[in-house]
């Protein structure tokens, strides 16, 4: 249910409905829009009894809520969030691209990329510290070493970092190195690292399930709010099909489905999408076409020798390149992608 205030009310009558709903066991989420606040009511069984509400000072009308998620949902907040990673707004009007290797290796390699990634234009610095990797042999990531190496290299870039935690319990430590706490496609349904990213107090990079309908992908989001974590960024990378061409099929069709539904800003990762480095550039346009707000790109300086995702990792001359065509069509759609600044010497 969604309560929806008067323009101009006052703070003490929204506080008053905030109360009004506490009273009753529930759960309230003052959204504050443009034009006027709103407030989700979550927690409720059944339906709530909507008059009691309406009476209350301040407010204009109560709504019932149609679809199973509430607070993602554009119903409860009509307007774009912008979610802001570090000092860079994902959701706005600049198409956002992360980039960097699947795997922080050593910090010489994640130095290397980084400097390149942010030479070409990328916004963010991605790189897993933590891998969930298929085979329990394959490299599992540096761990703590790791996330310091990304801390290392955000100080010498300025880039802010997206990084996954494995469980809930690893957000502990990501939380306090990261600027964007990353939960991976095989976790998308892990409830308890869903709730313990909701109470967390950095943004959340949501990455879709290998088999996550669009409704399942929202729930689990929706977990993510309804623990207070407004600031959620979901991220499209790929199903499993019948297709064989590719690692996974990049679902481009699910960024225009997840805009009509919700207000939250969703990137495309062409890498994890198509598992090839050739079809990266080719996906990563039509991305941008379909009105994504940004991209998670894999970028390596040896893709040939990487720990991890090297047969999907371009290098950072290859970034530049698609960057460079990436800054030609943002326009056309009404996104801006600037120009990285020239460092002196
Ligand atoms: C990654 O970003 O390196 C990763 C493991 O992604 P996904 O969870 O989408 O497979
Ligand atoms: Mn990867």
Known sequence: ??????????????????????????????????????????????????????????????????????????????????????????????????AG???????????????????????????????????PYAFQGL???????????????????????????????????ADAIQVGARNMQNFSLLRRCGKAKKPVLLKRGLAATLEEFLMSAEYI??????QVILCERGVRTFSDFSRNTLDLAVVP???????????VDPSHGTGRRDKVAPMSRGAAAVGADGL?????????????DGPQSITPAAFAALMDELRQIAPVLGRTLPRPAVSPG
């Open 101 to 135: 290797p699947c795997a922080v290796e050593s910090l010489e390699q994640t130095l290397t990329v980084a400097r390149g990634v942010k030479a070409a234009g990328a916004r963010l610095l991605r790189g897993g510290a933590y891998k969930p990797r298929t085979s």
């Open 225 to 230: 709010l309804a623990e207070g974590n407004y």
């Open 296 to 308: 998670i790109v894999e970028v390596h300086h040896e893709p040939d020798t990487a720990l991890s």
């Open 1 to 98: 249910m969604l309560v929806v205030m008067r323009q101009g009310a006052s703070e003490i009558e929204i506080r008053g409905v905030v109360r009004a709903i506490e009273a009753r066991g529930f759960k309230a989420h003052p959204i504050p829009g443009v034009q006027r606040t709103a407030i989700g009511v979550t927690g409720n069984r059944g339906a709530v009894e909507q008059p009691v509400f309406e009476s209350l000072p301040g407010v204009l009308e109560v709504i019932p809520v149609t679809h199973a998620y509430k607070l993602v949902s554009r119903e409860v907040k009509p307007e774009d969030t912008v979610v802001r990673v570090g000092n860079v707004p994902v959701g706005g009007r600049e198409f956002v691209i992360a």
């Open 257 to 267: 489905a997840v805009k009509a539904v919700s207000h939250l800003p969703i990137l």
């Open 143 to 177: 761990g703590e070493e790791g996330l310091r190496i990304l801390a290392t290299a955000r100080e010498e870039t300025g880039l802010p970092v997206v990084t996954e935690a494995l469980d809930a319990e690893g957000v502990d430590l990501v939380e306090r190195y």
